[in-house]
């Protein structure tokens, strides 16, 4: 035994103990800003979206309501019915908790505050509309005019849907953006998964250097660093897993949305319809509703027969609930500094036998 094994000693256990302090820094910022952004994702975003998809729906029945009303006669009696206020509950509801829970900032903000806006000129115009309809002599044709001017603040380019829409878009955005933000890039996998390479190569040979230099077979401590090693490793590239989950549950979200809408169209259809069916009998009344109403009836479509819905709320249930249990996985970060700090114990005690072992061969 020389000197430079004692130097030698040292060196390797500093070199593994850095490693392992450098792994362990790495590997809990990957994690953990992984899973953060999958249980922000389960608390806010996907709940965000899915009331704005429910409050645009409920809007669309809501209108579909309150025409049915008027075109059975109904609204004679009780005006736009418990139906469309109903809806309009849900979907004032489900907006006060998307502001509660506004993923887009200030300008998502001032964008809800148009729609409440917007929103509440609606309801007071279908309220309009219901008590002109029951007035005597030209009650019916009012009620018609003040239903028309409702429908348009809810489906003109600039309408409450249509605004809706952009408050959908720009939570999405901010959705897609945070989980961009917490995908593992190259240079924060290597800054866990480089020096733990690094870590578990350098064990083993480091038994193989004690094996050669003091001719013990095995060491039981550094054997089980090295298996510790290995498990952190393993609990660390969970992250991929799960970035992979909360990438399907993005794209199942988007293709929901779009069933969403798809299934908002042809409900919305069949309440033009009615409308186009409201109007053409007022209008012969009037003989001419202008050129805006012409061009309402002459593009209106036929609509399929008893639009349904194919399970959408089920499955935007269950990737809520796929979105929170990657986001539930977050719990398991403490495992990654109690495996490194049994790591740092492990080898610590593993080098400690063969330093002692030293000290007694050069002692005179």
Not at 3 to 8: E, G, N, P, W, Y
Not at 208 to 234: K, M, S
Not at 248 to 263: I, P, T, Y
Request: hydrophobic residues 45%.
């Amino acid at each position: 035994m020389s000197l430079d094994t004692r130097r030698l000693l040292h060196l390797l256990r500093a070199t593994l103990l850095g490693l392992t302090a450098i792994m362990l820094t790495g590997a809990t910022i990957g994690y953990l800003r992984v899973h953060d952004a999958a249980e922000s994702a389960g608390r806010r975003s996907v709940p965000v979206l899915r009331e704005i998809s429910t409050a645009r729906t409920a809007l669309v029945r809501a209108d579909r309501e309150v025409l049915r009303s008027f075109r059975t006669g109904a609204a004679a009696l009780i005006g736009a019915g418990d139906g469309y206020r109903d809806q309009l509950s849900i979907a004032a509801q489900s907006l006060t908790r998307v502001a509660e829970a506004n993923l887009a900032g200030d300008a998502g903000g001032r964008q809800l505050q148009l729609v409440d806006s917007l929103l509440a000129t609606y309801a007071a115009s279908v309220e309009q509309a219901a008590t002109q309809h029951r007035l005597p002599g030209g009650g019916p044709v009012l009620g018609a005019a003040d239903l028309w001017q409702a429908s348009r603040l809810l489906h003109s380019a600039d309408g409450v849907l249509r605004q809706l829409d952009q408050v959908a878009l720009s939570q999405r955005e901010a959705f897609r953006g945070a989980l961009t933000q917490a995908r593992p890039t190259t240079a924060s996998v290597l800054f866990w998964l480089l020096p733990g390479g690094v870590l578990l190569l350098g064990l083993l040979g480091v038994q193989w250097l004690f094996w050669r230099r003091f001719r013990r077979r095995f060491n039981p401590w550094l054997l089980a660093a090295t298996g510790a090693v290995a498990g952190l490793l393993l609990l660390t590239t969970t992250v991929f897993g799960s970035q992979r989950e909360l990438d399907s549950v993005r794209d199942g979200l988007e293709h929901n949305v779009a069933q969403r809408l798809r299934l908002d169209a042809e409900i919305d259809a069949e309440g033009q319809r009615w409308l186009g069916e409201l109007v053409r009998q007022q209008c012969k009344e009037i003989r001419d509703c202008g050129p805006s109403v012409g061009t309402f009836l002459a593009g209106l479509h036929p609509t399929p027969d008893g639009p349904a819905e194919p399970g959408l709320t089920e499955e935007a249930g269950r990737l809520a609930g796929q979105v929170r249990e990657v986001g539930g996985r977050g719990a398991w970060w403490p495992g990654i500094p109690v495996l490194a700090a049994l790591v740092l114990a492990l080898v610590l005690r593993g080098f400690q036998a063969r330093l002692a072992e030293y000290r007694s061969r050069v002692r005179p």
